[in-house]
């Protein structure tokens, strides 16, 4: 079945430490994997897609299909980084059915 | 563009009653996807319409259903409901295309009591 963990509900870093949230899937074929943000009070939005392999405030996330993860990774976290993290994956051309994961909260203290 | 646009923002209804969200998509976009999501947990994908028919369904019951229209905007209705069908439900809108995306509305708070 297609599954998506982030085992950390709650994280929490210093402001300029490193970051990494992380994200493993169980999928039998080749999903399109994604990371989307919710900010305090806004909606869900896009934060990258392994596809297009950018970088988007300052966040990356390399798809390692042998150990089926996404993890997310910023090196210097900022208070603005603050906000709900969730892993997704579809397998569909129009996207609509996205599989997510339960979430992790990052919290980064000044 | 206002984006994707749902209605009603919160509501409360009884337990056993009906309940109908509306939602509008981006423009351009010809595809509606919904989703359950409680509180502490991730968007549960619900079902998905394009060209006004139901195309994909995730584990939901059939009291959930839906219907898109012409416009492309669409309607989720939940009958008779439950206590545990309280939960924000948003809606999402994409279509097909290199480097498509999907957006995601607000959602509407339902609560059942």
């Known amino acids: 079945a297609q599954r998506v963990t982030q085992p950390e509900k709650l994280l929490s870093v210093f402001k300029g430490a490193p970051v990494e949230l992380k994200c493993n899937y169980s999928?039998?074929?080749?999903?399109?994997l994604f990371w989307y943000v919710q900010y305090s009070r806004q909606r869900l939005q896009l934060l990258l897609r392994?596809?297009s392999r950018e970088s988007i405030k300052g966040f990356t996330a390399d798809l390692n299909k042998g150990e089926t993860s996404f993890h997310l990774k910023k090196p210097f976290a900022q208070e603005e980084d603050s906000a709900m993290y969730y892993c997704?994956?579809?397998?569909?051309?129009?996207?609509?059915?996205?599989?997510f994961g339960a979430g992790t909260r990052l919290t980064v203290k000044p | 563009d206002a984006g994707v646009t749902q209605s009603p923002t919160h509501l409360i209804k009884t337990r056993g009653q009906q309940v109908t969200l509306r939602c509008s998509p981006k423009?351009?976009?010809?595809?509606v996807s919904w989703y359950q999501q409680a509180l502490g947990q991730g968007p549960q994908f619900i079902f998905q319409?394009?060209?006004?028919?139901?195309?994909q369904r995730g584990n939901f019951p059939d009291r959930f259903s839906g219907h898109q229209f012409p416009n492309y905007s669409s309607e989720l209705n939940v009958n008779a409901l439950l206590l545990g069908d309280s939960a924000l439900y948003l809606c999402?809108?994409?279509?097909?295309?290199?480097?498509?995306?999907?957006?995601f509305g607000e959602g509407s708070w339902l609560t059942v009591v």
């Open positions: 999402a809108s994409s279509s097909t295309g290199v480097g498509n995306t999907i957006y």
């Open positions: 999928y039998s074929g080749s999903p399109e």
């Open positions: 392994h596809i």
């Open positions: 997704a994956l579809s397998d569909s051309p129009r996207l609509g059915d996205m599989r």
């Open positions: 423009s351009g976009h010809d595809t």
């Open positions: 319409y394009y060209e006004e028919e139901e195309r």
